[in-house]
């Protein structure tokens, strides 16, 4: 059974930011879930680590660039493997894009994104599908064949 954007519950991890203020905003006014919002992965580990049910999705706007943030991500992943992950960024390098999905992010939206392009992208990776903005999908599509091949 697929997922509607009012039974979805989600986290955000983001530094400060105006943008994800507003966006955060608009998927309340949507009936999606807004479990915590945490400013480091460190507090979002323990924010989640002190829920009972997990949310589906967690939204991670952090410099992707900073390996410190890299290995708290996979630290995030081995001990939360279930969770969907769906980066934010303005980096739409090819490192940067790749090391988030070798470590297992299911989505990847670029700064400019609107609410929309946010509930699209969590109701996909929550029905089993991935989301990338058309600025990195292409770098994504390569990943995945390049994957499939190996």
């Known amino acids: ?20 203020n507003i966006i955060c905003n608009n998927l309340v006014a949507s ?11 460190e507090s979002g580990l323990s924010q989640l680590s002190a829920l009972e049910k997990l949310p589906q999705v967690c939204i991670i706007d952090l410099d992707f660039s900073d390996s410190k943030v890299l290995a708290q ?3 995030l992943r081995a ?14 390098s090819e490192e940067v894009v790749i090391s988030l999905l070798k470590i297992g992010f299911n989505g990847y939206l670029l700064i400019g994104s609107d609410a929309d392009d946010f509930k699209n992208a969590i109701e996909g990776t929550c029905n089993g599908k991935k989301y990338f903005s058309v600025g990195i999908s292409e770098i994504a599509r390569e990943y995945f064949s390049n994957k499939e091949t190996v």
């Open 1 to 20: 059974m697929a997922n509607t954007i009012e039974q979805i519950s989600i986290a955000f991890i983001n530094d400060k930011s105006p943008i994800i």
């Open 31 to 41: 009936e999606i879930d807004i479990l915590f919002r945490s400013e480091s992965i």
């Open 73 to 75: 991500l996979h630290e």
């Open 79 to 92: 001990k939360c493997p279930a969770l969907k992950l769906i980066a934010h960024s303005g980096d739409d």
